[in-house]
T-cell receptor
Framework: DAGVTQSPTHLIKTRGQQVTLRCSPI?????VSWYQQVLGQGPQFIFQ???????GRGNFPDRFSARQFPNYSSELNVNALLLGDSALYLC???????????FGDGTRLSIL | QKEVEQNSGPLSVPEGAIASLNCTYS??????FFWYRQYSGKSPELIMS????GDKEDGRFTAQLNKASQYVSLLIRDSQPSDSATYLC???????????????FGQGTTLQVKP
């Protein structure tokens, strides 16, 4: 069975641009969560979606937004990119919100 | 006080030894506890989950949970060089539907297993 898939794998943007990251969960998983991981730190929670509804939001500015589609895939959007947004963005899926989460390979975003 | 604390290490053990990784957490309402392994340049991989006090064993891995002390640990028996990685402790965000999907991670402990 396919795991969590994320696209693109790498992305280079400049300050002020906008980016959209995509995630397809494991088949049958209805919950998708997004995390940001900077070098040397553990992942930081950004959003959780379950059955297409936002279930949780981390301490990130409004420049970050997300949505979940009827097929349970998800997109993370970041507007007005800053240098500090450079990080590995991870998507994780689970059967339900409190079940073990499985991560995709991530999207490495670099801001120049 | 950080919500989930781990010693960043590195923790160095010889091949064949037991590696002991520790984690403390601050939210007494936390319900679920996870250990992830992350190789350099890769994404986290779930290796253990534990929900109730006591020990849970899976192959060479044993997770231990003590909710009274707000402490969770991971033991790796017969450590191999391939176990060299960063181990992340993750705790769910506590009670309430808005928090059940939020994992709070420690900064990770780097384990080095020397041949």
């Amino acid at each position: 069975d396919a795991g969590v898939t994320q696209s693109p794998t790498h992305l280079i943007k400049t300050r002020g641009q906008q980016v959209t990251l995509r995630c397809s969960p494991i088949s049958g998983h209805k919950s998708v969560s997004w995390y940001q991981q900077v070098l040397g730190q553990g992942p930081q929670f950004i959003f959780q979606y379950y059955e297409k509804e936002e279930r949780g939001r981390g301490n990130f500015p409004d420049r970050f937004s997300a949505r979940q589609f009827p097929n349970y895939s998800s997109e993370l959007n970041v507007n007005a990119l800053l240098l500090g947004d450079s990080a590995l963005y991870l998507c994780a899926s689970s059967l339900e919100g409190n079940q073990p989460q499985h991560f995709g390979d991530g999207t490495r975003l670099s801001i120049l | 006080q950080k919500e989930v604390e781990q010693n960043s290490g590195p923790l160095s053990v010889p091949e064949g030894a037991i590696a002991s990784l520790n984690c403390t957490y601050s939210d007494r309402g936390s319900q679920s506890f996870f250990w992830y392994r992350q190789y350099s340049g890769k994404s986290p991989e779930l290796i253990m989950s534990i929900y109730s006090n006591g020990d849970k064993e899976d192959g060479r891995f044993t997770a231990q949970l003590n909710k009274a002390s707000q402490y969770v640990s991971l033991l790796i028996r017969d450590s191999q060089p391939s176990d060299s990685a960063t181990y992340l402790c993750a705790v769910n965000g506590g009670l309430g539907s808005s928090n059940t999907g939020k994992l709070i991670f420690g900064q990770g402990t780097t384990l080095q297993v020397k041949p």
